[in-house]
Nanobody
């Protein structure tokens, strides 16, 4: 059974850091590109960052560039999102998602790296709250 499980969320003060983890099971992680999405209360789910199947390519939305870093370890079947300089605007439920498409193909076919329709599998999410 293919499964993605996020962990690492929590309450952090503004300016703080968190590392989110996404554990994959039931499939070969290296066959999938992975993205992190987030959804704040009352807002639509939005893409945050994505990483290619091998990890050679990454992308970040403007609001997190320079603060977040995505990485993966296919042997350990793990994907990570290191988040620094967190602000209250980063408060959301964070989800990891997997697509069997390559990121360029996803962008060409769906118009964006972060088209939710392009992702086959989703985790249950982990809450990140940034507050003093």
């Amino acid at each position: 059974q293919l499964q993605l499980v996020e962990s690492g969320g929590g309450l952090v003060q503004p300016g703080g850091s968190l590392r989110l983890s996404c554990a994959a099971s039931g499939f070969t992680l290296g066959n999938y590109a992975i993205a992190w999405f987030r959804q704040a209360p009352g807002k639509e789910r939005e893409g945050v960052s994505c990483i290619s199947k091998t990890g050679s390519g990454t992308d970040y939305v403007d609001s997190v560039k320079g603060r977040f870093t995505i990485s993966r370890d296919n042997a350990k079947k793990m994907v990570y999102l290191d988040m620094n300089s967190l602000t209250p605007e980063d408060t959301a439920i964070y989800y990891c998602a997997a697509t069997s498409m390559s990121l360029p193909a996803l962008r060409d076919y769906r118009g964006s790296f972060y088209s939710t329709e392009g992702y086959d599998y989703w985790g249950q999410g982990t809450q990140v709250t940034v507050s003093s």
